[in-house]
Protein backbone atom coordinates (compact mmCIF):
# COMPACT_ATOMS: atom_id res chain seq x y z
CA UNK A 1 0.00 0.00 0.00
CA UNK A 2 1.49 3.23 -1.22
CA UNK A 3 1.45 6.34 1.32
CA UNK A 4 0.52 9.79 0.27
CA UNK A 5 2.59 12.56 1.60
CA UNK A 6 2.42 15.61 0.09
CA UNK A 7 -0.94 17.43 0.00
CA UNK A 8 -1.54 20.30 -2.80
CA UNK A 9 -3.58 23.01 -1.45
CA UNK A 10 -2.57 24.99 -4.19
CA UNK A 11 -1.49 25.42 -7.67
CA UNK A 12 1.87 27.05 -6.60
CA UNK A 13 2.35 24.92 -3.75
CA UNK A 14 5.61 23.37 -4.39
CA UNK A 15 7.23 19.62 -3.08
CA UNK A 16 10.10 20.35 -0.29
CA UNK A 17 12.99 18.13 -1.32
CA UNK A 18 15.90 16.62 0.60
CA UNK A 19 19.48 15.62 -0.54
CA UNK A 20 21.94 13.58 -0.13
CA UNK A 21 24.93 14.89 -2.59
CA UNK A 22 28.44 14.58 -3.45
CA UNK A 23 31.13 14.83 -6.28
CA UNK A 24 30.28 13.55 -8.98
CA UNK A 25 26.41 13.75 -8.65
CA UNK A 26 24.29 15.44 -10.61
CA UNK A 27 22.30 17.28 -7.77
CA UNK A 28 24.97 20.09 -7.46
CA UNK A 29 25.23 21.63 -11.69
CA UNK A 30 21.76 19.50 -13.04
CA UNK A 31 18.94 19.09 -10.77
CA UNK A 32 19.64 21.85 -8.07
CA UNK A 33 19.44 24.20 -10.78
CA UNK A 34 16.20 23.19 -11.87
CA UNK A 35 14.36 22.88 -8.73
CA UNK A 36 15.62 26.29 -6.83
CA UNK A 37 15.89 27.64 -10.52
CA UNK A 38 18.98 30.74 -10.12
CA UNK A 39 17.64 34.09 -10.83
CA UNK A 40 15.49 34.81 -13.71
CA UNK A 41 15.71 31.14 -14.55
CA UNK A 42 12.72 29.53 -15.70
CA UNK A 43 11.21 26.55 -13.48
CA UNK A 44 10.71 23.80 -14.72
CA UNK A 45 9.73 21.87 -11.93
CA UNK A 46 7.09 21.94 -9.45
CA UNK A 47 9.90 20.64 -6.85
CA UNK A 48 12.07 22.72 -4.15
CA UNK A 49 15.19 22.02 -2.75
CA UNK A 50 14.90 22.83 0.97
CA UNK A 51 17.61 20.63 3.04
CA UNK A 52 20.59 18.68 2.16
CA UNK A 53 23.44 16.70 3.58
CA UNK A 54 26.81 16.41 2.55
CA UNK A 55 29.08 13.40 3.46
CA UNK A 56 32.16 15.38 1.85
CA UNK A 57 33.46 18.02 4.26
CA UNK A 58 34.75 20.13 0.82
CA UNK A 59 32.04 19.52 -1.25
CA UNK A 60 29.44 20.90 2.07
CA UNK A 61 31.40 24.38 1.56
CA UNK A 62 30.77 24.32 -1.92
CA UNK A 63 27.62 23.64 -1.94
CA UNK A 64 26.27 25.74 0.78
CA UNK A 65 27.80 28.59 -1.14
CA UNK A 66 26.19 27.86 -4.13
CA UNK A 67 22.50 26.96 -2.58
CA UNK A 68 23.17 29.48 0.42
CA UNK A 69 18.75 29.26 1.05
CA UNK A 70 19.18 25.06 1.66
CA UNK A 71 18.90 23.89 4.80
CA UNK A 72 22.22 21.63 5.68
CA UNK A 73 22.23 19.35 8.28
CA UNK A 74 24.69 16.87 10.15
CA UNK A 75 22.62 13.88 10.25
CA UNK A 76 20.71 12.70 7.17
CA UNK A 77 17.52 11.74 9.58
CA UNK A 78 17.67 15.78 10.35
CA UNK A 79 15.47 16.23 7.16
CA UNK A 80 12.55 13.63 7.56
CA UNK A 81 10.07 15.84 9.21
CA UNK A 82 10.84 18.61 6.69
CA UNK A 83 10.44 17.44 2.96
CA UNK A 84 8.07 15.54 0.85
CA UNK A 85 10.67 13.25 -1.07
CA UNK A 86 14.24 13.08 -1.09
CA UNK A 87 17.43 12.73 -3.67
CA UNK A 88 20.07 9.83 -3.00
CA UNK A 89 22.99 11.28 -5.24
CA UNK A 90 26.43 10.24 -4.06
CA UNK A 91 28.17 7.78 -5.72
CA UNK A 92 30.96 7.59 -3.80
CA UNK A 93 28.65 6.57 -1.04
CA UNK A 94 26.72 3.49 -2.98
CA UNK A 95 28.05 1.21 -0.14
CA UNK A 96 25.88 3.01 2.58
CA UNK A 97 22.61 3.72 0.35
CA UNK A 98 21.35 1.06 2.14
CA UNK A 99 21.72 2.75 5.63
CA UNK A 100 21.16 5.91 3.71
CA UNK A 101 17.56 5.23 2.66
CA UNK A 102 16.58 3.84 5.65
CA UNK A 103 15.15 6.46 8.13
CA UNK A 104 13.59 8.09 4.75
CA UNK A 105 11.79 4.87 3.66
CA UNK A 106 10.85 3.76 6.95
CA UNK A 107 8.89 7.50 7.47
CA UNK A 108 6.90 7.12 4.43
CA UNK A 109 9.37 9.37 2.19
CA UNK A 110 8.98 8.49 -1.41
CA UNK A 111 13.12 7.89 -2.57
CA UNK A 112 14.78 8.03 -5.74
CA UNK A 113 18.03 6.86 -5.62
CA UNK A 114 20.33 7.74 -8.33
CA UNK A 115 22.41 5.06 -10.37
CA UNK A 116 23.45 2.61 -10.16
CA UNK A 117 21.26 1.87 -7.05
CA UNK A 118 23.70 -0.55 -5.04
CA UNK A 119 26.86 -2.20 -4.87
CA UNK A 120 25.26 -6.15 -4.40
CA UNK A 121 22.24 -8.07 -4.96
CA UNK A 122 21.83 -8.24 -1.13
CA UNK A 123 21.98 -4.57 -0.72
CA UNK A 124 19.75 -3.97 -3.58
CA UNK A 125 17.00 -5.89 -1.49
CA UNK A 126 17.58 -5.01 1.33
CA UNK A 127 16.07 -1.35 0.54
CA UNK A 128 12.97 -2.86 -1.83
CA UNK A 129 12.01 -4.73 1.07
CA UNK A 130 11.91 -2.08 3.48
CA UNK A 131 10.49 0.12 0.85
CA UNK A 132 7.62 -2.66 0.47
CA UNK A 133 7.91 -3.14 3.92
CA UNK A 134 6.80 0.21 5.39
CA UNK A 135 4.35 1.21 1.79
CA UNK A 136 7.05 3.67 0.96
CA UNK A 137 7.67 4.70 -2.88
CA UNK A 138 11.06 3.65 -4.28
CA UNK A 139 12.96 4.42 -7.70
CA UNK A 140 16.45 4.51 -9.35
CA UNK A 141 16.48 5.01 -12.66
CA UNK A 142 18.53 6.44 -15.97
CA UNK A 143 17.24 9.59 -17.75
CA UNK A 144 17.33 7.61 -20.96
CA UNK A 145 14.21 5.30 -19.16
CA UNK A 146 11.76 8.14 -19.34
CA UNK A 147 12.23 9.60 -22.69
CA UNK A 148 9.93 9.09 -25.62
CA UNK A 149 12.22 6.62 -27.58
CA UNK A 150 12.26 3.96 -24.64
CA UNK A 151 8.17 4.22 -24.12
CA UNK A 152 7.65 3.88 -28.32
CA UNK A 153 10.26 0.81 -27.96
CA UNK A 154 8.24 -0.55 -24.80
CA UNK A 155 5.15 -0.47 -26.53
CA UNK A 156 6.39 -1.58 -29.80
CA UNK A 157 7.69 -4.79 -28.20
CA UNK A 158 4.18 -5.79 -26.64
CA UNK A 159 3.17 -5.81 -30.64
CA UNK A 160 5.57 -8.03 -31.60
CA UNK A 161 4.62 -12.20 -31.73
CA UNK A 162 8.16 -13.24 -30.96
CA UNK A 163 11.47 -11.36 -29.49
CA UNK A 164 14.48 -13.33 -31.06
CA UNK A 165 16.86 -10.85 -30.03
CA UNK A 166 18.18 -7.59 -30.28
CA UNK A 167 21.28 -5.01 -30.31
CA UNK A 168 21.81 -1.82 -28.52
CA UNK A 169 24.54 0.96 -28.43
CA UNK A 170 24.95 3.63 -25.69
CA UNK A 171 27.86 6.99 -25.82
CA UNK A 172 29.59 6.25 -22.59
CA UNK A 173 32.97 7.62 -20.62
CA UNK A 174 33.20 4.66 -18.56
CA UNK A 175 30.65 1.44 -17.73
CA UNK A 176 30.31 2.16 -14.28
CA UNK A 177 28.95 5.74 -14.44
CA UNK A 178 27.88 5.68 -17.93
CA UNK A 179 27.60 2.66 -19.60
CA UNK A 180 24.50 1.94 -17.10
CA UNK A 181 22.38 4.17 -19.51
CA UNK A 182 22.24 2.20 -22.13
CA UNK A 183 21.79 -1.05 -19.86
CA UNK A 184 18.63 0.67 -18.01
CA UNK A 185 17.58 1.64 -21.35
CA UNK A 186 17.21 -1.64 -22.91
CA UNK A 187 15.50 -2.83 -19.62
CA UNK A 188 12.95 -0.05 -20.01
CA UNK A 189 11.92 -1.22 -23.44
CA UNK A 190 11.76 -4.94 -22.46
CA UNK A 191 10.67 -4.28 -19.19
CA UNK A 192 6.91 -5.12 -19.57
CA UNK A 193 7.97 -8.25 -22.03
CA UNK A 194 9.83 -9.97 -18.90
CA UNK A 195 6.80 -9.26 -16.49
CA UNK A 196 5.32 -11.54 -18.86
CA UNK A 197 8.12 -13.84 -18.80
CA UNK A 198 9.78 -13.30 -21.94
CA UNK A 199 13.25 -11.88 -21.38
CA UNK A 200 14.29 -11.68 -17.96
CA UNK A 201 17.76 -11.93 -18.28
CA UNK A 202 19.49 -15.31 -17.29
CA UNK A 203 23.45 -14.59 -18.31
CA UNK A 204 25.79 -12.02 -19.66
CA UNK A 205 29.23 -11.08 -20.93
CA UNK A 206 31.62 -8.10 -21.06
CA UNK A 207 33.44 -8.20 -24.02
CA UNK A 208 36.19 -5.35 -23.83
CA UNK A 209 40.06 -4.88 -23.21
CA UNK A 210 39.15 -2.33 -20.50
CA UNK A 211 35.56 -1.30 -19.04
CA UNK A 212 37.19 1.75 -18.08
CA UNK A 213 36.96 4.09 -21.22
CA UNK A 214 34.43 3.58 -24.77
CA UNK A 215 34.61 0.33 -26.66
CA UNK A 216 33.64 -2.58 -25.81
CA UNK A 217 30.09 -5.10 -26.05
CA UNK A 218 28.01 -7.02 -23.54
CA UNK A 219 26.31 -9.45 -24.46
CA UNK A 220 23.28 -10.94 -22.60
CA UNK A 221 21.39 -13.93 -22.83
CA UNK A 222 17.84 -13.55 -21.77
CA UNK A 223 14.82 -16.22 -20.81
CA UNK A 224 12.69 -16.88 -24.26
CA UNK A 225 9.17 -18.71 -24.90
CA UNK A 226 10.66 -21.84 -26.21
CA UNK A 227 14.88 -21.25 -26.47
CA UNK A 228 17.22 -17.92 -24.64
CA UNK A 229 17.40 -15.13 -27.33
CA UNK A 230 20.16 -12.63 -27.22
CA UNK A 231 21.19 -8.78 -27.28
CA UNK A 232 24.18 -7.22 -27.89
CA UNK A 233 24.83 -3.47 -26.37
CA UNK A 234 27.74 -1.71 -28.07
CA UNK A 235 29.56 1.20 -25.79
CA UNK A 236 30.93 3.64 -27.99
CA UNK A 237 31.81 7.11 -27.21
CA UNK A 238 31.13 9.94 -29.91
CA UNK A 239 27.49 11.78 -31.03
CA UNK A 240 24.95 8.79 -30.79
CA UNK A 241 23.48 9.14 -26.99
CA UNK A 242 20.90 5.72 -27.56
CA UNK A 243 19.74 3.08 -29.98
CA UNK A 244 18.26 -0.39 -29.60
CA UNK A 245 16.32 -2.75 -32.38
CA UNK A 246 14.22 -5.13 -31.26
CA UNK A 247 14.11 -8.85 -33.64
CA UNK A 248 11.13 -10.38 -33.95
CA UNK A 249 9.86 -12.70 -36.33
CA UNK A 250 8.92 -12.25 -40.19
CA UNK A 251 5.89 -9.81 -39.34
CA UNK A 252 8.48 -7.24 -38.25
CA UNK A 253 11.31 -5.81 -35.69
CA UNK A 254 11.41 -2.58 -33.77
CA UNK A 255 13.76 0.03 -33.18
CA UNK A 256 13.75 3.17 -31.31
CA UNK A 257 16.81 5.76 -30.45
CA UNK A 258 17.52 8.92 -28.24
CA UNK A 259 19.49 10.97 -30.86
CA UNK A 260 22.45 12.40 -30.69
CA UNK A 261 21.25 16.08 -31.36
CA UNK A 262 17.69 16.43 -29.68
CA UNK A 263 17.72 19.98 -29.87
CA UNK A 264 15.92 20.71 -26.64
CA UNK A 265 17.65 17.60 -24.84
CA UNK A 266 17.47 19.40 -20.95
CA UNK A 267 13.30 18.96 -21.66
CA UNK A 268 12.69 16.02 -24.17
CA UNK A 269 14.97 13.62 -21.44
CA UNK A 270 16.21 15.19 -18.14
CA UNK A 271 13.26 17.29 -17.27
CA UNK A 272 11.12 14.19 -18.45
CA UNK A 273 13.05 12.17 -15.56
CA UNK A 274 12.64 14.57 -13.19
CA UNK A 275 8.87 15.17 -13.88
CA UNK A 276 8.27 11.60 -13.63
CA UNK A 277 10.53 11.98 -10.01
CA UNK A 278 7.95 14.16 -8.74
CA UNK A 279 4.88 12.58 -9.66
CA UNK A 280 6.36 9.93 -7.53
CA UNK A 281 6.61 12.06 -4.79
CA UNK A 282 3.28 14.24 -5.05
CA UNK A 283 1.06 10.52 -5.55
CA UNK A 284 3.78 7.72 -3.04
CA UNK A 285 3.40 5.49 -6.05
CA UNK A 286 6.41 4.40 -7.95
CA UNK A 287 6.33 4.19 -11.67
CA UNK A 288 8.48 0.73 -10.79
CA UNK A 289 8.20 -2.43 -8.96
CA UNK A 290 10.54 -3.77 -6.78
CA UNK A 291 11.27 -6.70 -8.65
CA UNK A 292 11.86 -4.65 -11.98
CA UNK A 293 14.31 -2.37 -10.16
CA UNK A 294 16.52 -5.88 -8.65
CA UNK A 295 16.25 -6.87 -12.72
CA UNK A 296 17.70 -3.54 -13.94
CA UNK A 297 20.29 -3.98 -11.08
CA UNK A 298 21.36 -7.23 -12.24
CA UNK A 299 21.35 -6.53 -15.56
CA UNK A 300 24.34 -3.51 -14.70
CA UNK A 301 26.37 -6.02 -11.96
CA UNK A 302 26.69 -9.35 -13.91
CA UNK A 303 28.66 -7.38 -17.52
CA UNK A 304 30.60 -6.05 -14.46
CA UNK A 305 31.52 -9.87 -12.70
CA UNK A 306 32.49 -10.66 -16.27
CA UNK A 307 34.95 -7.96 -16.34
CA UNK A 308 36.21 -8.02 -13.19
CA UNK A 309 36.22 -11.54 -12.26
CA UNK A 310 35.81 -13.78 -15.56
CA UNK A 311 38.18 -12.07 -17.76
CA UNK A 312 35.05 -11.22 -19.92
CA UNK A 313 33.34 -15.02 -20.23
CA UNK A 314 29.64 -15.57 -19.82
CA UNK A 315 28.21 -15.96 -16.71
CA UNK A 316 24.96 -16.77 -15.03
CA UNK A 317 23.14 -14.50 -12.86
CA UNK A 318 23.44 -16.76 -9.90
CA UNK A 319 27.34 -15.61 -9.30
CA UNK A 320 26.31 -12.23 -8.13
CA UNK A 321 24.47 -13.60 -5.06
CA UNK A 322 27.75 -13.52 -2.74
CA UNK A 323 29.60 -10.73 -4.74
CA UNK A 324 29.93 -6.57 -4.10
CA UNK A 325 31.20 -4.50 -6.12
CA UNK A 326 33.79 -1.82 -4.71
CA UNK A 327 32.44 1.44 -4.67
CA UNK A 328 34.85 4.01 -6.69
CA UNK A 329 38.24 4.64 -5.28
CA UNK A 330 41.44 3.43 -6.22
CA UNK A 331 40.82 0.15 -6.56
CA UNK A 332 38.88 0.54 -9.41
CA UNK A 333 41.86 3.36 -10.68
CA UNK A 334 44.28 1.96 -13.41
CA UNK A 335 46.85 5.10 -15.24
CA UNK A 336 44.45 7.47 -14.24
CA UNK A 337 41.16 5.42 -15.83
CA UNK A 338 38.21 6.22 -15.39
CA UNK A 339 38.50 10.24 -15.55
CA UNK A 340 34.90 10.96 -14.52
CA UNK A 341 34.67 13.10 -11.40
CA UNK A 342 32.73 10.24 -9.62
CA UNK A 343 35.83 8.38 -9.32
CA UNK A 344 38.15 11.62 -8.45
CA UNK A 345 36.66 12.44 -4.74
CA UNK A 346 36.59 8.64 -3.01
CA UNK A 347 35.96 7.96 0.50
CA UNK A 348 38.52 5.84 2.36
CA UNK A 349 37.63 2.72 3.96
CA UNK A 350 37.76 4.31 7.10
CA UNK A 351 35.30 7.33 6.16
CA UNK A 352 33.20 4.79 4.86
CA UNK A 353 32.80 3.18 8.43
CA UNK A 354 32.85 6.08 9.93
CA UNK A 355 29.41 7.11 7.86
CA UNK A 356 28.38 3.59 8.83
CA UNK A 357 28.48 4.28 12.51
CA UNK A 358 26.85 7.32 12.21
CA UNK A 359 24.13 5.84 10.71
CA UNK A 360 23.66 3.08 12.61
CA UNK A 361 24.93 0.34 10.62
Known amino acids: MTQRRFQRNAASDLLRVGVITGPGGHTANIWGEKMNAPGQAMRTTGMLMTHAFCLNSDFRG ?42 FLAAGVPTFVNRPFATSMAKGREMVETAQQHGTALLTASTWEFSEGAGD ?161 LVRRTVLEDWELPPPGESLMLDGQPTDSAFNFPYSGAQLEEAARMLGG
Open 153 to 313: LRAKAADLAEIRGYVAHNSMSDYYTHGLHGVWFIHAALRDEIGKGRGPMTAAAYHAPNWRIPGGMVVYEHQGASIPYYGALHMVAGDGQAYMRIFGDHKGDAEGKIPGRPGYFMYNTWNAAQLAIQEMFETGAAPETGEQLLEKLAMFLLPFYSALEADGA
Open 62 to 103: QFAEKYPEVTLVADPREMVDHIDGVYVDDINAISLYPLLVRP
